[in-house]
């Protein structure tokens, strides 16, 4: 096995950055361009926004997820709202109170989900317990497409939650970390899983696409979007050579090789999936509809892989948790499924 391979499925943020991402970072390093934003490849890049989802959505560009969800929300909320995420929604689990901290102090109130995704009835439960002075109110909707367990949300699904959020007075906001990939998985309009469904705001993600630290913010409601470039010069979230990050999504975008790269990440965590659902002892705890598989096997079996090299750990549920990216190489998922079968004694497959 090439130790190169060894070390793909911690995350879909130990891959590199994708070979269209670093030609347009190549690309658009030549030259002078006005600065944080005003240059022409950023309005481009825009432009290519409104045109991938089809309506005339107000579109940022910050670092990271967890600053992009945080002043999202922050922007959807004042300080004595709460957000309605499910339990375990990465907003509440693993952005170390980022979203609490620039709404000054929204709360984060958990509903129960079911292979990560929302149950709907909880809306309706969440925003109508309480009603009091004492109780911040519900204010906004956040979802995770696809989820923190690999499932995704259909359009039908978004448009129950989005209708009932909206008549409870809520707004919507979707963490897309990983949305080109649910996107993807679905096949369906970027505009059918986003704002025709109901979705306000989207955390759109671009880093564990295969680019290098960027997510946009897209207001699908303009008004909603008002003052929002403050927010994130504040947060110390406006780049400077904003030309860098813009590039990557202009190319990304146009050339369609966002599609491309999520559709690998995909394919490999089906293969993985269904390679290692074949072997005694192991099985998924979740379906597999993105790049995530969630697999629970024989203690021996796990610790005889993680002492070979590979890289994986244990996640929500105490299932171990295996990403697939752009850059997962088909050898690494046989040459894992190999050692497995090696270390169960099995024959090869
Ligand atoms: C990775 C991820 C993010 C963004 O995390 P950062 O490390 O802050 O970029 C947000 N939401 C989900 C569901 C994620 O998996």
Not at 169 to 192: T, Y
Not at 274 to 281: C, I, Q, R
């Amino acid at each position: 096995m090439n130790p190169d391979h060894q070390y793909a499925f911690a995350s879909d943020n130990t891959a590199g950055i994708c070979p269209e991402a670093w030609a347009a970072l190549q690309a658009a390093n030549s030259g002078f361009l006005p600065s944080y934003g005003s240059d022409a490849i950023t309005q481009r890049a825009c432009e290519a926004f409104r045109n991938f989802f089809q309506t005339p959505c107000e579109v940022f560009f910050v670092f990271n997820g967890t600053a992009a969800n945080a002043l999202a929300l922050a922007s959807l909320c004042q300080s004595y709202h709460s957000v309605i995420c499910a339990d375990s929604a990465h907003v509440e689990t693993d952005e170390c109170g980022a979203p609490e901290f620039f709404s000054n102090g929204s709360k984060l109130i958990l509903a129960r989900a079911e292979h990560g995704r929302m149950l709907p009835s909880e809306l309706r439960r969440l925003s109508t317990q309480r009603r009091d002075l004492h109780f911040p109110p519900p204010r906004v909707v956040s979802l995770s497409q696809s989820t923190e367990l690999g499932t995704v949300y259909h359009p039908q699904a978004l448009v129950e939650i989005c209708d009932q959020a909206h008549e409870l007075g809520m707004k919507v906001h979707m963490d897309g970390a990983r949305f080109f990939n649910a996107l993807a998985a679905l096949n369906v309009e970027p505009a059918e899983m986003t704002w025709r469904a109901g979705v306000d705001v989207l955390c759109c993600g671009g880093t564990k696409l295969g680019m290098a630290v960027t997510e946009a913010v897209v207001f699908f409601d303009p008004q909603l979007a008002r003052e929002f470039e403050y927010r994130c010069k504040q947060a110390g979230q406006l780049c400077s050579k904003m030309r860098f990050i813009s590039a990557q999504w202009l190319s990304l975008l146009e050339d369609g090789s966002w599609r491309r790269h999520a559709t690998h990440g995909n394919a490999m965590a089906k293969l993985l999936a269904s390679g290692l659902a074949s072997l005694p002892g192991v099985s998924l705890s979740q379906t597999v509809e993105a790049n995530a598989v969630f697999v629970q096997w024989p203690e021996g079996l796990k610790q005889g892989l993680l002492s070979r090299g590979w890289r994986f750990y244990d996640f929500i549920g105490g299932a171990s948790r295996m990403m697939c990216s752009w850059a997962t190489p088909e050898a690494a998922v046989h040459g894992l499924l190999a050692d497995a079968r090696e270390l169960l004694a099995l024959s090869p497959a």
